[in-house]
């Protein structure tokens, strides 16, 4: 278990590393052509130094708050680290966030500066500046911004950051990261240098060993989730303080996200169990487009099989694998299994996935394929993961056994409890709705779930998501929702239910399956509004919902649905931008569709 650091800051082993392992490459970046670059721990120590003295130049102060509004990419971990060398506190902004949010945001946290990544980010800033009175600079990374900053500052002493570093102590503010809002107004949630130092050095000593594809090779990651959101602001504090080489992608699509991978090779990922599907899908529809769909299905089947019989093994409830599995095991391999590993770069071995739930079949067939996936669980509160599966024993389909130094308690009425030097202390001028989720150091997160005989993690849902039928049934609406996104074709699901006679759906489909998917059966392509009403698409769906209903009891199954024309979207106001449904925006933009449901 790592110990709670008793002094200095996040920026420390910056210029630590750099004095030990000048030579080590810390990070690859782009360069102009595209091409990756190394980044010695030396250079990246001295970039950090010189835009924290340009910050400084500018009048940026210890205990100021800085807003980084970007797309993740190689400046702003130089941001957060320079920062953070300063005394500093950076509040990340989602770079789709609207004027209102972005308002909402710099206002509540006093923020005296602002990084944003491109001009559209420069204007949706300056939309509302005027009703931001205390903010005092605006830097864009697109026009220049680090080199003015660095040049801004070449007269500052390098004692001069040093005595600010110095000064910040493991209780000093990191960041402020607000929620997503998913029920209400964002909440700045105040986390310390103490948080993220404990949650890193927990995570890299317990799961150091998933950090390679072999052991004693080097541990390389590539970052693609957003680093406004705290699972990817951990991520990178963790490979800076681990010594993981990092890199950077900016954007969370399977298109541009795959090319990548190949290239910068990493050994490890953590993502979102949407990346997952995404891989296994585009495999299958590969398969099938050459006409292999019997044989890959096939190694589904045994890559399941495989991987349960070495769960159960791990558990000591079963031998392992036959020799009979093993010998399909070894042949798929060579065929199928391979290929879904080359198409992640080739060498990755582990991956962690949080953010939300996984089928527990997906996490099965990657592990049967060679990727074992360690499923956590954590909020922003918890500075990311307080729940993880330990790399020897993996439950899939749960989220794990509470982290070293944590510990998970249920509520009577189910709701999960956390305590840990990982919870943070509180919201931004916000003690009401402080005192409302810690009491004595535990954090009730709202979610609810329920731990087995051996300490593991399953969330079944959350508090505010039950719905109550009008005949007094209580549904958890996710687990229902996760298994009709199953189907290939599916994208999205919302249950709907609320104070209504019965369960109901609406559901948006994956438009590339789908073109996939008619193109396999020799049809042509259909517009949005035909879709919907093709009978055939209806039935697949349908054969969804069949599925997921047989998992619950009559009364909380899915009685009818509706297919809509468009996915939701984040920039409709629909979805968090961490991908999560906004319930109640959703069913007010559809009310008619919800309606019609009951009618």
């Keep these: 278990m790592a110990a709670a650091p008793l002094v200095g800051g996040l920026a420390d082993v910056v210029f630590d590393h750099a004095d030990e392992e000048p030579h080590r490459v810390a990070l690859g970046r782009k360069d102009a052509d595209g091409k990756w670059q190394d980044v010695t721990s030396a250079a990246f120590r001295d970039e950090v130094l010189a835009l924290a003295k340009g910050l400084i130049a500018h009048g940026v102060r210890f205990g100021d708050r800085v807003a980084l509004m970007s797309r993740t990419r190689y400046e702003w971990t130089l941001f957060d680290f320079a920062l953070w060398a300063v005394g500093a506190q950076s509040v990340p902004v989602y770079p789709t966030s609207s004027a209102e949010q972005v308002l909402w945001m710099l206002h509540d946290a006093e923020v005296s500066a602002v990084m944003v990544e491109h001009e559209d980010h420069a204007m949706t800033v300056a939309s509302v500046i005027d009703r931001l009175p205390q903010l005092k600079r605006l830097w864009q990374l697109d026009a220049g911004a680090v080199a003015e900053l660095v040049e801004a500052g070449a007269h500052v002493e390098d004692e001069v950051v040093h005595r600010h570093r110095r000064a910040v102590t493991p209780e000093s503010v990191a960041t402020v990261i607000y929620t997503s809002g998913t029920t209400g107004r964002p909440k700045g949630c105040v986390l310390t240098h103490a948080n993220f130092m404990f949650e890193a050095d927990t995570m890299a000593s317990r799961w150091e060993s998933v950090f390679h594809s072999r052991p004693g ?47 910068f090779r990493p050994t490890f990922i ?65 065929v199928v299994y391979k290929k879904v590993r080359e198409a992640m770069g080739g060498r990755i071995r582990h991956a962690m996935s949080g953010g939300s739930g996984m089928e527990r079949s997906l996490g099965l067939f990657f592990a049967g394929a060679g990727v074992t996936v360690y499923e956590g669980y954590g909020l922003t509160e918890t500075t990311a993961a307080a729940t993880a599966n330990p790399p020897e024993r993996t439950r899939y389909g749960t989220v794990g056994q509470p982290i070293p130094g944590s510990t998970v308690h249920i509520a009577e009425d189910g709701e999960v409890w956390v305590h840990g030097s990982h919870v943070f202390g509180g919201y931004l001028g916000d003690p009401k709705a402080t005192d409302a989720v810690l009491n004595d150091g535990w954090l009730a ?29 209580s549904v958890s609406p996710a687990a229902l929702e996760e298994r009709v996104r199953a189907h290939p074709l599916v994208a999205q699901c919302i249950v709907v239910g609320n104070d209504r006679p019965y369960v109901a759906a609406l559901v948006t489909v994956d438009q590339e399956a789908v073109e996939h998917w008619l193109t396999m059966q020799g049809r042509q392509q259909l517009a949005p509004g035909e879709l919907v009403r093709d009978p055939d698409l209806e039935m697949e769906v349908r054969r969804a919902v069949v599925a997921a209903n047989t998992a619950v009891s009559q009364a909380e199954s899915i009685r009818t649905f509706r297919i809509l024309a468009h996915q939701f979207s984040e920039q409709h106001g629909l979805l968090t931008p961490s991908l999560k449904l906004k319930r109640k925006a959703i069913e007010a933009a559809y009310e008619t569709e919800v309606d019609a449901l009951y009618r």
């Design 445 to 473: 997160t709202g979610d609810l779930g329920s731990l087995d005989e051996d300490g593991y993690l399953t969330i079944t849902g959350r508090k505010k998501e039950i719905l109550v039928t009008s005949g007094g049934k």
């Design 270 to 334: 953590l993502a979102v169990p949407y990346i997952f599907e995404k891989v296994f899908n585009a495999a299958r529809r590969k398969a099938e487009a050459e006409g292999r769909a019997g044989p890959f299905d096939k190694a589904v089947d045994i890559a399941v099989k495989y991987a349960e019989a070495m769960e159960a093994r791990a558990f000591g409830t079963g031998p392992g694998p036959s020799a009979g599995l093993r010998m399909q095991h070894q042949f798929f391999d060579k």
């Design 217 to 263: 090779d080097e541990a390389v990651t590539l970052l693609f989730l957003p680093l406004a959101h705290v699972f990817g602001r951990m991520v990178e504090v963790t490979a800076i303080r681990g010594r993981v080489k990092l890199g950077h992608q900016p954007e969370l699509s399977a298109k541009a996200l795959m090319p990548d991978l190949v290239s």
